[in-house]
């Protein structure tokens, strides 16, 4: 249980709140590339509260400057590309990526007006087929090469799915509540029959980018084996999962990352990759996109995808969960030690420090390979050459 203000604290995103001014230090997807083509090649985004447009100009860069024009605010999203930048649709003002304004039609020649004029503007990087974005303070940190993003030899794509309209912070806690799995899932096809909790073990490990929760399946019969899985939430916004692919064949890693739109929706976007020594996802290559409904009408949900599961239990629960009313027990130790993790990372910022998974050193811009293994559906750790003779002969 919180208080109000604990609540407001922990989920409120626009800039200058506390969880706002953190979220600010990460960067965010804020579309699939492939949604921006040459036929289309602007679209309104929010993000953190902020309303703003992502496009790609004639010469293929891509910007990020707020959605409305400073001279009279229409809407950018309306505007046209060129080979510099983008222009307003109602009196043609020109911007280019960094927000300087570089043409006015309706000024004298002379006038010096469009120097004096800045508007909002981000950096915004491409990286396994999704644009991120960095909103917060300079300097701006290095875009994390996460593995799913990064890795080349397989298959790659983007699923966004339509917004949930609930506040950020319900998905992140749901990637710390293991025990939600055999219940709110446990009808659908490739998941374990619904257990009761005594019979799994439950941790939640801190670790440099976030939490590791690491599940081991205690064994129900004599003999039997226990099973590990382990799935990161890298710390604040991302749930790093594997699942079964062609029926237990392959596996299909996956980043679903939950990007804060304003206090009271999410946009959710998940990245798959499926390892394969026949395919190859080069760095830069086009990432096919596809976008997935998860309601079927207001308040239905297609109960037989488990995205949309859970989606329903994060609506269900409120736009901004009152925390006030719950009552945590012992199984929802990840819950707690998330909003343990995200005040101790708003102090930090607060005190002046980068919070927790904020990388500068660009030479440590490496693939993030995080080992993620879930020994139920036959994914093990790799064996350490240096620790098992045999790996290394073998
Ligand atoms: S409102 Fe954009 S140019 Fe006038
Ligand atoms: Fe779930």
Redesign the pocket.
């Known amino acids: 249980m919180l208080t109000l203000d604990e609540n407001e604290l922990l989920t409120r995103v626009s800039c200058g709140t506390p969880a706002g001014e953190l979220l600010r230090r990460y960067w965010h997807p804020v579309a699939a590339a492939g949604e921006l083509t040459e036929k289309e090649p602007i679209r309104a985004v929010k993000i953190l509260g902020e309303e703003l447009v992502v496009y790609r100009d004639k010469k293929g860069r891509y910007g990020l400057v707020g959605e409305h024009?400073p001279?009279?605010?229409?809407s950018l999203a309306f505007g046209r590309v060129d080979e510099e930048g983008i222009r307003?649709p109602?009196?043609?003002?020109k911007f280019d990526s960094s927000g300087k304004c570089l043409e006015q039609p309706a000024e004298p020649p002379e006038s010096t007006f469009k120097d004096r004029i800045k508007h909002s503007a981000y950096p915004v990087e491409y990286l396994g087929g999704l644009l991120y974005a960095y909103l917060g303070p300079p300097p701006t940190p290095v875009l994390p090469c996460w593995d799913v993003l990064a890795w080349e030899k397989g298959k790659r794509w983007v699923v966004k799915e339509s917004v949930i309209d609930c506040n950020w912070l319900q998905p992140m806690e749901n990637s710390v509540d293991p025990s939600h799995l055999y219940w709110l899932h446990g009808d659908t096809a490739h998941l374990a029959p619904r257990v009761k909790k005594y019979a799994e073990q439950h941790e939640f490990i801190p670790f440099e980018f976030g939490i590791k929760k690491r599940r081991t399946t205690l064994p129900l019969a004599t003999g039997e084996a226990p099973m590990v899985d382990e799935h990161p939430l890298l710390f604040p916004t991302i749930l790093r999962h594997v699942a079964p692919y062609e029926g237990g064949k392959k596996h299909r890693h996956n980043l679903q990352i939950r990007v804060p739109v304003d206090d009271e929706h999410t946009q959710v976007f998940r990245v798959n990759f499926v390892p394969s020594d026949s395919e190859k996802s080069p760095a830069g290559a086009e990432v096919p996109f596809r976008f997935s409904q998860l309601k079927t009408g207001p308040g239905k949900y297609d109960m037989s995808m488990v995205s949309a599961q859970d989606s329903m239990a994060w609506e269900t629960q409120g736009y901004i969960a009152d925390r006030r009313q719950e009552h945590l027990g012992v199984g929802d130790e990840g819950i707690i030690a998330l909003r343990k993790m995200l005040r101790e990372q708003i102090e930090r910022v607060q005190r002046g420090f980068d919070p927790i998974g904020v990388i500068r050193d660009r030479a440590k811009n490496q693939i993030i390979d995080l080992g993620v293994i879930n020994e139920r559906i036959g994914l093990y750790k790799a064996p350490d050459p240096t620790q098992d003779p045999k790996a290394a002969t073998g």
């Open positions: 024009c001279h009279r605010l229409a307003c109602y009196h043609g003002w």
